[in-house]
């Protein structure tokens, strides 16, 4: 008896679905579950690996679960990774208030405690002020490197 509690109890956890990493980020964004979603949102992040930079940022991009995006957000934002900046700015303007603050506490643990060159943001902006925002950031996004100074 104990071993069909415990067979059922592990079916029930890891579903049918395919624990792969793009099985995750597949049911991370369209399993009709939400707690199934989260789960594998919360199996993707624990992956320690930087392939799945990739995965995350897709599930990101195409989630729409506030409790999916968070986790991943999150876990972008532990690989500071350049190329996931986007997506970040992307959540500021989130219809979630939840998800605007959480990308935004993400982009202060970027950028050190404050956004650069005194850009001011709150999750309560109104849409156009936040779309404002975003557009200078993505604009210091886009700008090349500074030069590397020349030794002497």
């Known amino acids: 008896m104990a071993l069909i509690i415990a067979a059922y109890l592990t079916w029930d956890y890891l579903g049918t679905e395919n624990t792969s ?13 939400p707690k199934t979603r989260e789960r594998a949102a919360a199996q993707l ?5 930087v392939t799945s930079l990739p995965l995350l940022r897709r599930v990101a991009k195409e989630t729409t679960d506030p409790d999916v995006l968070i986790p991943i957000l999150h ?9 996931s900046f ?20 993400d ?17 309560d902006f109104p849409p156009s002020e936040r779309t404002e925002v975003i557009r200078k950031l993505q604009e210091i996004y886009e700008r090349p490197p500074p030069p590397m100074p020349m030794p002497e």
Do not use: W
Request: hydrophobic residues 40%; contains cysteine; proline residues 6%.
């Open 75 to 83: 876990r972008l934002m532990d690989f500071t990774d350049k190329e």
């Open 107 to 123: 982009l202060l643990r970027y950028y050190g405690a404050a956004l650069p060159e005194n850009i001011q943001y709150h999750p």
């Open 45 to 49: 992040c624990a992956i320690k690996d």
């Open 21 to 33: 990493p793009e099985g995750l980020a597949k049911a991370a964004v369209s399993s009709s579950d």
């Open 86 to 105: 986007p997506v970040f700015l992307t959540a500021l303007n989130h219809e979630d208030k939840k998800v605007r603050q959480e990308a935004y506490a």
